[in-house]
T-cell receptor, first 115, second 117 residues
Framework: AQSVAQPEDQVNVAEGNPLTVKCTYS??????LFWYVQYPNRGLQFLLK??????LVKGSYGFEAEFNKSQTSFHLKKPSALVSDSALYFCAVRDALNRDDKIIFGKGTRLHILP | EAGVAQSPRYKIIEKRQSVAFWCNPI?????LYWYQQILGQGPKLLIQFQNNGVVDDSQLPKDRFSAERLKGVDSTLKIQPAKLEDSAVYLCASSPPGGLAVLYEQYFGPGTRLTVT
C-alpha cells in the first residue's frame, strides 16, 4: 500500500533564508509526487509535481522539489523564504503502477516564515 | 477562468440531522473529487467521478454518505444522518483532461466547514 510521511508538524525559517519541507513516500511501483499549499480559509493550491523526467522540479512562487528515488524523498525547497510563504504544505503521492490507487496526502507541515 | 465553487462555506447541524454540499467544478474538467479534511490531517478522498461515473468510492462511508454527479458537471455530497466525527472541511476538486503536463493536477474549491454538535 502506498503512503506518504511529512515528519515535521511545523518548520520555522527566518525571512530570506532557504527553506526545506520534508516528504518521504512508499509505493509499490514508480511514484507520482505532488506538493500543495493551503492558505487560511482557502482551498489547496497546486504547487508542483513529479511524474517523470528531471529529478528537480520547479513550480509556482519560486518553489522547487527534488525527487530522490534512493531515499524515497521529495523535499520541497525555496532558496529565499518570504513571509507570504507562511502556510500549510501538503505532500501527496500516487502509485504510477497501480491504476486503482488514489492520491494520498500527508498530514501537512505548517511553515512559519519569521520577519 | 473561474475556480471550483462550493456552497455553503459553513454549516452547523446537530447529530442525526442531514446535510448536503454542492460543488461546481472548473468548466471542462471531467474529473471531480470530494475530500474530507479533519483538523490536523491531510485530505482523504471520499469519492472520485469521471464525468458522471464513479471511479473510486472505496473510502466513502456508504451507510451515511452519498454523492451524485448526474449531468457530469455539478455534484452534491450528502450526509444522512450526521455523526459528531463527521465534523471536518469537505473539499471539492477537479482535474483537467490531458496528458502528462496536467496529469493528476487538482484544483480545489474553498471547502465547506461542517460542525456537528
Amino acid at each position: 500500500a502506498q503512503s506518504v510521511a511529512q515528519p515535521e508538524d511545523q518548520v520555522n525559517v527566518a525571512e530570506g533564508n532557504p527553506l526545506t519541507v520534508k516528504c518521504t513516500y512508499s509505493v509499490s511501483g514508480n511514484p507520482y509526487l505532488f506538493w500543495y499549499v493551503q492558505y487560511p480559509n482557502r482551498g489547496l493550491q497546486f504547487l508542483l509535481k513529479y511524474i517523470t523526467g528531471d529529478n528537480l522540479v520547479k513550480g509556482s512562487y519560486g518553489f522547487e522539489a527534488e525527487f530522490n528515488k534512493s531515499q524515497t524523498s521529495f523535499h520541497l525547497k525555496k532558496p529565499s523564504a518570504l513571509v507570504s510563504d507562511s502556510a500549510l504544505y501538503f505532500c501527496a503521492v500516487r502509485d504510477a503502477l497501480n491504476r486503482d490507487d488514489k492520491i494520498i496526502f500527508g498530514k501537512g507541515t505548517r511553515l512559519h516564515i519569521l520577519p | 477562468e473561474a475556480g471550483v465553487a462550493q456552497s455553503p462555506r459553513y454549516k452547523i447541524i446537530e447529530k442525526r440531522q442531514s446535510v448536503a454540499f454542492w460543488c461546481n467544478p472548473i468548466s471542462g474538467h471531467a474529473t471531480l473529487y470530494w475530500y474530507q479534511q479533519i483538523l490536523g490531517q491531510g485530505p482523504k478522498l471520499l469519492i472520485q467521478f469521471q464525468n458522471n461515473g464513479v471511479v473510486d468510492d472505496s473510502q466513502l462511508p456508504k451507510d451515511r454518505f452519498s454523492a451524485e454527479r448526474l449531468k457530469g458537471v455539478d455534484s452534491t455530497l450528502k450526509i444522512q444522518p450526521a455523526k459528531l466525527e463527521d465534523s471536518a472541511v469537505y473539499l471539492c476538486a477537479s482535474s483537467p483532461p490531458g496528458g502528462l503536463a496536467v496529469l493528476y493536477e487538482q484544483y480545489f474549491g474553498p471547502g465547506t466547514r461542517l460542525t456537528v454538535t
